[in-house]
């Protein structure tokens, strides 16, 4: 589903409603929700402001909804096999084994403190990149 339908839709409001709120036709939010058209900068970050959400999550790039019925291991699972190789994915990638062991510390705690919310992703017992 295109992410500024679900967006809408989650918030409970028409594309007449949306298209009154942010300034433009309501065929115009049409034309994004069928992935037609692309908003413009100065519209994607009215339409962020109106959800609440980051520029990126509007151009569906960024964030996992983790409210989803799936597990987040699942959620995150699907979303990286979803993934294309991109430049920045080969050098993320191959870049962890070219870390020593402090920066894969430095990293896993920075992602540690992202899911503080989520204790059982670091569930005790399995292996983590900094003891390799």
Do not use: Y
């Amino acid at each position: 589903m295109n992410i500024i339908r679900e967006l809408r839709k989650k918030a409970g409001v028409q594309q007449k409603e949306l298209s009154i709120a942010i300034g433009v036709s309501q065929p115009t939010v049409s034309d994004w929700e069928k992935n037609k058209k692309d908003p413009s900068g100065e519209n994607l970050k009215k339409l962020a402001d109106f959800f609440g959400v980051d520029e990126l999550v509007v151009m569906g790039k960024g964030v996992i909804d983790l409210t989803q019925d799936t597990s987040i291991k699942d959620t995150l699972t699907k979303s990286i096999e979803g993934v294309p190789k991109t430049l920045e994915a080969k050098i993320l990638s191959g870049g962890v084994d070219k870390m020593t062991k402090q920066q894969r510390e430095q990293v896993l705690a920075v992602v540690k403190a992202m899911f503080a919310n989520h204790p059982e992703l670091f569930e005790e017992g399995e292996t983590d990149a900094t003891e390799l």
